[in-house]
Structures are given as structure tokens and as C-alpha cells.
């Protein structure tokens, strides 16, 4: 069975050889360099060479809020940077390196903070959003 069968059969729940091997995030940039250190080929789709199943793409939707919160750092530390994030989870992340964030806080609370968010930024009658596209 090639791929593609194999992803349809499997959305439409139809008998399949195997399940699909797909990544779907994807390594963090330093994880392909230090691979790159250690014989991956510059360059070459990880993907491909560790055996994933090609076929997956995601296609360019905005997924999250709109208009998205501002990324603005709210404070500095030594190692550490506490930002809010395009979701407005407040989070600590790593000035260097990637690691899980910590979250510190999110958007929504109680009822009054998700009626608020819900109105401003999940609004699809809102006009900024054709402003924002070019769609009139």
C-alpha cells in the first residue's frame, strides 16, 4: 500500500497495512545540528532519512486568535526571558537553547476573561480580519 492510500484509508477508516510514521512538530534546529555533527548530511529531510512517511504537509492557515496577541518580553533575567506569547500565555522561556517554556499564566481565567478574549480575538464577523487579508 503506498502512502497516500494509506493516509486516506486511515481518515476514512477503511482496513490499512500500517499505521502512518509521520513527525509531526518536527526536532528543534539544535537537535538537526548536533545530528549534523554526528553523520546526518547537511541538509539532507530528516524526516527521510530516520524512515517517516512522506505526504503530510500543513497548509498556511492561521490557526490561532485573531488579531493574535502582541510577542513582547515583559522581563529579562540571567538565563531566562518571561514573554507573552501571539497566544498571550505568559511563559518563561530559555535565552539560549530551546526547552518546554514554563507558563506562568494564560489569557483565559474565568468566564469574563473568555467572553473578553472570545469577542476580540475569535470574532469572525470582525472586520479586521479582511482588513488584515486584503479581502474587502
Do not use: C
Not at 51 to 66: C, E
Not at 109 to 132: C, G, H, Y
Amino acid at each position: 500500500m503506498d502512502n497516500r492510500t494509506r493516509i486516506i484509508n486511515t481518515v476514512l477508516m477503511k482496513e490499512i497495512d500500517r499505521q502512518p510514521f509521520k513527525f509531526y512538530f518536527g526536532p528543534w534546529g539544535q537537535t538537526v545540528a548536533r545530528w549534523e555533527t554526528e553523520g546526518l548530511v547537511k541538509g539532507t529531510p530528516w524526516d527521510r532519512e530516520f524512515g517517516f512517511d512522506p505526504g503530510l504537509r500543513g497548509v498556511a492557515v492561521n490557526l490561532g486568535y485573531f488579531p493574535a496577541f502582541e510577542h513582547k518580553v515583559l522581563e529579562e533575567k540571567e538565563h531566562t526571558r518571561i514573554v507573552q506569547n501571539q497566544q498571550g500565555i505568559i511563559q518563561e522561556v530559555l535565552k539560549v537553547g530551546a526547552s518546554p517554556p514554563r507558563v506562568i499564566s494564560n489569557p483565559v481565567t474565568d468566564m469574563a476573561s473568555w467572553e473578553k478574549l472570545k469577542s476580540e480575538r475569535l470574532n469572525p464577523e470582525s472586520r479586521s480580519v479582511f482588513r488584515q487579508t486584503g479581502i474587502s
